[in-house]
């Protein structure tokens, strides 16, 4: 049996593409005789970010953390986050002559510019700066895209490699009949964004687009009030919905419409096509990897055109693209990603 030590800044009981990173594989790491130690905020005396109050900060965590991998003696370190547990972890393991892998997930310089609201170059070259430093280090950073990959290594980030994610296609399977029965006042046809709901999101493109029938807001976050409020009348804010709930909820919606221009992959998007939804979205990192345009979905700078299109897509062609997203095989390349700590 393999020991493995996850290092992660997120964890339970937040609901974000981090999180489900981690969770999509861990079946698959104990089906391969994976004994998993998981570093995570709970462990810790935490404070609320400034900029994101639900993520939690933990204050002087690298003495706990260089306890648990003295005492796991791991045959694996895996980075999942850059902040103060994965910066501990990234140090014990330089410190001691350790070799990890990290993940570059969320696209954090580029989500910069929508809280400080202008673009200023210095900062975002000083953020791209602080991870090539924090990954280039690692044996390995693990992607989800070849757009990533492309990315990163033009700003110098080096031993870059792709592990797509995957989707539970068990699970998200469009049940029509039963979703009728419970959402029968949603007016057709249904324009659906799932999702947190932040402001680096872009969701409020999608409330903008002049569509017919209902436009559908599943999930929350910090933007959620303002939004709610602002489109009061024009759209439907349910919250959170996860599981069977969510899946009954999106099998009533004809298109998904995912505004979002910085998200390095789009979990939601795979899950969309495994429900039979097509994909309106713009051509950027994470909708280009996965759509193909007239097929599952239409990438066009234009939401309102693309979301319209999408009206007379297959939804058979859209389950067929996801069921190529698999956790098996996205947990496979994960371990042959692995190296040893020694």
Known sequence: MSKIVIATDMWRPEVNGVVRAIEGILPFLEKNNFKIVIIHPELFFTIPFFFYPDIRIPLFPKKIVRKIIEKEKPDHIHIVTEGMIGL????????????????YHGNIPDYMEHYIKIRVSFIVKLAYAYFRWFHNSASKTIVSTKSLKQKLEGRGFTNVVVCPFGVDTGLFVRNLQLSIQKYKNFVPPVFVYFGRVAVEKNIEEFLECNLPGTKLVIGDGPARKKLEKKYKGKAVFVGWKTGQELVDMLSLCDVFVFPSKTDTFGFVVIEALSCGIPVAAHNVMGPKDIITNGVDGYLDEDLKKAA???????????????IKFSWEASAESFINNLVKTE
Do not use: D, P, W, Y
């Open 308 to 322: 319209l299109l999408c009206l007379n897509l297959s939804r058979e062609k859209c389950r067929e693209k996801a």
């Open 88 to 103: 501990a972890a990234r140090a014990v393991c330089l410190q001691k002559g350790i070799n990890f892998t990290t993940a």
